[in-house]
């Protein structure tokens, strides 16, 4: 497909009751852009809030209890369970579990306590004196907690003879106690040293020894009751798997259409749902929703151009390339950069095949390229689960491409995992088929001759490029009727004219050819027409005055017009040498390893260092290199290709949907 999709924008009145049903279906349809037509969203009515609500229960049990909470998607014609009943069997969920995990909430609290206090006993383990007694004593000051260790020794000097200072058996911790009429001494000299006291655990009796293996006991217990809890956890998990799994979907999906809905207009029993279609898809929608609500369904249909709100640019209609597998890994390329207009010529063919193919030169190796075959077919099959993102994304199928690219120019080369000789005699075989006569390389970068032929095909590539490149700018201009960008812009009619009669200037003297004073004139004629651009459009439009800013503003700004169009142009064209000089340092790197492999395999375990160099070297280039191969070919579209043409971006078609296990994407 040449242009962007053709859209439609599709009107519907719908009945309260085929809600539910009708955006299933589009959902999953994946086929409608929902336009919220400047609405405030409303709040969410009392089911609705219940709805999210259950579908937050129902995720917390499925947790507690260990099920896969996306299993078992609904199916797109699955049939549509009514809420009422969801409710109530997500609710009967609900109950039935709260039993399980009460009893465990409160023995994890239980065990937390006990934790606590075994931490806290245990400083006091050495002690054989009954807690009781140090917090009852009346003639006694005790006090319990912690001190840096390194003021320890200092306290127990200062306080020799008032209070006895013992050290616990946790770090830092101290037991010090003094005769009643000595407690403002002992509080004083504490308080200088920053001490931090930690009471006593209250309500306990009996040596710490004796508490310490009595909360132990009472521990094991806990531990072995929430082990037997685990167990009945599990049993329950797998029996209530199935259900949780199906009212997990549903109750997500009705979360999901709900909020869908928030946005758009309805009145007490109709549904307004407005939203952007492709036109291919139109009478199959129409046809499935009428026969889903039973014809209970009001549907209007606009063509963008009837829409004022286009018409004056307040709306832009969402834009769709469908593309097949090959074609569909380039989307993101060209997205990054921007979107095209609606109507307007879609770039990304032509970003695929100029990615690949100026790729494929600068990085030319059967070996190498197989590389990336395979990493490819490794991305596509998910089988990595780390490369799950790169396989949505449909970038496995780029890699197969551009290796699949390399290894044809690689054999075009004759060069294979760096080596220049190794394919030498499939080399042979092929240039004899070819050329009609046999050499070790099909295409050769020996010499000087060959580099400068070399050089000008990378720029004759570069040159189609570039003249692809204003072709569908003045076909987009065109389209939208901008008349002054696409007869007299630098990027529209008078430079491209400019630009292609300069080009064959160029062939016709490497071919021996003579420049004749017709030429000039030629390339005059679309200067002439950038220098009298604004006269020109002013005249045509009826635009008063004719020159704006004065006579000497015009000649200024039409001069700078000239020498920006002409540096613009060359600049352009002379970025593309960067095809060959990348091209020329792949087979330099190439050449670097295979020395290096030589010089090490005359040495002792000449062979193992001979292979350690060539892997190293060889992933080098292919992580290295291709890293900045890559770079600089989306920058040559970047600035050489999108620059003509996109001048102003569109919006993307992000259609409903429902294949994310509930969610919208």
Same mark, same amino acid.
């Given at each position: 497909?040449?242009?962007?999709?053709?859209?439609?924008?599709?009107?519907?009145?719908?009945?309260?009751?085929?809600?539910?049903?009708?955006?299933?279906?589009?959902?999953?349809?994946?086929?409608?852009?929902?336009?919220?037509?400047?609405?405030?969203?409303?709040?969410?009515?009392?089911?609705?809030?219940?709805?999210?609500?259950?579908?937050?229960?129902?995720?917390?049990?499925?947790?507690?209890?260990?099920?896969?909470?996306?299993?078992?998607?609904? $199916?797109?014609?699955?049939?549509?369970?009514?809420?009422?009943?969801?409710?109530?069997?997500?609710?009967?969920?609900?109950?039935?579990?709260?039993?399980?995990?009460?009893?465990?909430?409160?023995?994890?609290?239980?065990?937390?306590?006990?934790?606590?206090?075994?931490?806290?006993?245990?400083?006091?383990?050495?002690?054989?004196?009954?807690?009781?007694?140090?917090?009852?004593?009346?003639?006694?000051?005790?006090?319990?907690?912690?001190?840096?260790?390194?003021?320890?020794?200092?306290?127990?000097?200062?306080?020799?003879?008032?209070?006895?200072?013992?050290?616990?058996?946790?770090?830092?911790?101290?037991?010090?106690?003094?005769?009643?009429?000595?407690?403002?001494?002992?509080?004083?000299?504490?308080?200088?040293?920053?001490?931090?006291?930690?009471?006593?655990?209250?309500?306990?009796?009996?040596?710490?020894?004796?508490?310490?293996?009595?909360?132990?006991?009472?521990?094991?217990? !806990?531990?072995?009751?929430?082990?037997?809890?685990?167990?009945?956890?599990?049993?329950?998990?797998?029996?209530?798997?199935?259900?949780?799994?199906?009212?997990?979907?549903?109750?997500?999906?009705?979360? $999901?259409?709900?909020?869908?809905?928030?946005?758009?207009?309805?009145?007490?029993?109709?549904?307004?749902?407005?939203?952007?279609?492709?036109?291919?898809?139109?009478?199959?929608?129409?046809?499935?929703?009428?026969?889903?609500?039973?014809?209970?369904?009001?549907?209007?249909?606009?063509?963008?151009?009837?829409?004022?709100?286009?018409?004056?640019?307040?709306?832009?209609?969402?834009?769709?390339?469908?593309?097949?597998?090959?074609?569909?890994?380039?989307?993101?390329?060209?997205?990054?950069?921007?979107?095209?207009?609606?109507?307007?010529?879609?770039?990304?063919?032509?970003?695929? !095949?100029?990615?690949?193919?100026?790729?494929?030169?600068?990085?030319?190796?059967?070996?190498?390229?197989?590389?990336?075959?395979?990493?490819?077919?490794?991305?596509?099959?998910?089988?990595?689960?780390?490369?799950?993102?790169?396989?949505?994304?449909?970038?496995?199928?780029?890699?197969?491409?551009?290796?699949?690219?390399?290894?044809?120019?690689?054999?075009?080369?004759?060069?294979?995992?760096?080596?220049?000789?190794?394919?030498?005699?499939?080399?042979?075989?092929?240039?004899?088929?070819?050329?009609?006569?046999?050499?070790?390389?099909?295409?050769?970068?020996?010499?000087?001759?060959?580099?400068?032929?070399?050089?000008?095909?990378?720029?004759?590539?570069?040159?189609?490029?570039?003249?692809?490149?204003?072709?569908?700018?003045?076909?987009?201009?065109?389209?939208?009727?901008?008349?002054?960008?696409?007869?007299?812009?630098?990027?529209?009619?008078?430079?491209?004219?400019?630009?292609?009669?300069?080009?064959?200037?160029?062939?016709?003297?490497?071919?021996?050819?003579? =420049?004749?004073?017709?030429?000039?004139?030629?390339?005059?004629?679309?200067?002439?027409?950038?220098?009298?651009?604004?006269?020109?459009?002013?005249?045509?439009?009826?635009?008063?005055?004719?020159?704006?800013?004065?006579?000497?503003?015009?000649?200024?700004?039409?001069?700078?017009?000239?020498?920006?169009?002409?540096?613009?142009?060359?600049?352009?064209?002379?970025?593309?040498?960067?095809?060959?000089?990348?091209?020329?340092?792949?087979?330099?790197?190439?050449?670097?390893?295979?020395?290096?492999?030589?010089?090490?395999?005359?040495?002792?375990?000449?062979?193992?260092?001979?292979?350690?160099?060539?892997?190293?070297?060889?992933?080098?280039?292919?992580?290295?290199?291709?890293? =900045? !191969?890559?770079?600089?070919?989306?920058?040559?579209?970047?600035?050489?290709?999108?620059?003509?043409?996109?001048?102003?971006?569109?919006?993307?078609?992000?259609?409903?949907?429902?294949?994310?296990?509930?969610?919208?994407?």
């Amino acid at each position: 497909m040449l242009f962007t999709e053709r859209m439609k924008k599709l009107e519907m009145l719908i009945m309260k009751k085929d809600v539910d049903a009708v955006m299933r279906y589009l959902g999953f349809a994946g086929c409608l852009q929902l336009i919220a037509e400047g609405r405030e969203q409303r709040e969410l009515t009392a089911e609705e809030r219940e709805i999210v609500d259950l579908k937050i229960g129902i995720e917390s049990v499925a947790r507690f209890l260990g099920v896969d909470g996306h299993a078992a998607p609904a $199916a797109p014609t699955a049939e549509v369970p009514d809420r009422a009943g969801l409710r109530e069997r997500a609710q009967s969920l609900l109950e039935q579990t709260r039993g399980l995990i009460d009893e465990e909430s409160a023995l994890l609290q239980r065990r937390v306590s006990l934790q606590q206090t075994i931490d806290e006993l245990s400083a006091f383990s050495r002690l054989r004196v009954p807690l009781s007694a140090l917090e009852n004593a009346t003639y006694l000051t005790v006090r319990v907690g912690f001190l840096d260790p390194h003021k320890v020794e200092e306290l127990s000097r200062v306080l020799a003879r008032r209070a006895l200072v013992v050290r616990l058996d946790a770090p830092g911790h101290i037991l010090a106690v003094a005769p009643k009429k000595g407690r403002w001494a002992l509080d004083s000299e504490l308080k200088r040293r920053d001490f931090q006291e930690r009471p006593l655990p209250a309500g306990l009796t009996g040596s710490p020894a004796d508490v310490l293996r009595a909360l132990s006991s009472e521990m094991g217990e !806990v531990e072995a009751a929430l082990a037997g809890l685990n167990e009945k956890r599990e049993a329950e998990g797998r029996a209530k798997s199935p259900e949780i799994a199906f009212l997990l979907d549903q109750l997500r999906l009705d979360a $999901a259409i709900d909020a869908a809905t928030q946005g758009l207009a309805s009145s007490g029993s109709v549904q307004k749902v407005s939203g952007w279609i492709p036109g291919r898809k139109y009478r199959e929608v129409t046809r499935s929703l009428d026969e889903i609500t039973h014809g209970s369904i009001a549907l209007r249909s606009f063509d963008p151009e009837e829409l004022p709100e286009v018409k004056s640019g307040k709306m832009k209609v969402p834009v769709s390339t469908p593309h097949g597998r090959i074609v569909r890994g380039f989307e993101r390329m060209v997205f990054s950069y921007g979107i095209p207009l609606y109507g307007t010529v879609d770039p990304t063919p032509f970003v695929a !095949v100029m990615f690949v193919l100026l790729f494929a030169i600068m990085f030319g190796d059967v070996g190498q390229g197989s590389v990336g075959l395979i990493l490819g077919l490794l991305i596509n099959s998910g089988w990595i689960r780390s490369f799950e993102t790169y396989r949505r994304k449909n970038f496995g199928t780029v890699f197969i491409v551009a290796g699949l690219a390399s290894i044809v120019a690689g054999f075009l080369y004759g060069s294979f995992f760096a080596s220049e000789s190794f394919l030498a005699p499939v080399s042979r075989a092929l240039s004899l088929l070819l050329l009609g006569r046999a050499q070790d390389h099909v295409i050769s970068l020996a010499g000087f001759q060959k580099v400068m032929l070399f050089f000008g095909v990378t720029i004759g590539i570069g040159a189609v490029i570039n003249s692809v490149g204003l072709v569908i700018n003045i076909v987009n201009t065109t389209r939208r009727r901008d008349w002054e960008k696409a007869l007299l812009a630098k990027t529209g009619l008078a430079g491209a004219l400019f630009f292609w009669y300069a080009l064959s200037i160029g062939v016709r003297i490497i071919f021996g050819g003579r =420049i004749s004073g017709f030429d000039f004139a030629c390339l005059a004629v679309p200067l002439l027409a950038l220098f009298f651009r604004e006269p020109i459009i002013h005249l045509a439009t009826g635009h008063r005055p004719v020159l704006k800013d004065g006579l000497f503003a015009f000649i200024m700004e039409g001069i700078v017009e000239i020498l920006e169009s002409v540096i613009y142009y060359v600049s352009n064209s002379v970025s593309f040498l960067r095809v060959a000089a990348f091209a020329l340092a792949h087979t330099v790197l190439s050449t670097i390893v295979f020395l290096l492999s030589d010089m090490v395999g005359g040495a002792p375990g000449g062979l193992a260092f001979r292979i350690l160099v060539l892997l190293i070297g060889n992933s080098i280039i292919i992580v290295l290199e291709g890293l =900045i !191969v890559t770079i600089q070919v989306v920058r040559l579209q970047y600035y050489e290709f999108f620059s003509k043409f996109f001048n102003e971006t569109g919006e993307e078609f992000t259609p409903f949907s429902l294949r994310t296990s509930g969610g919208v994407k």
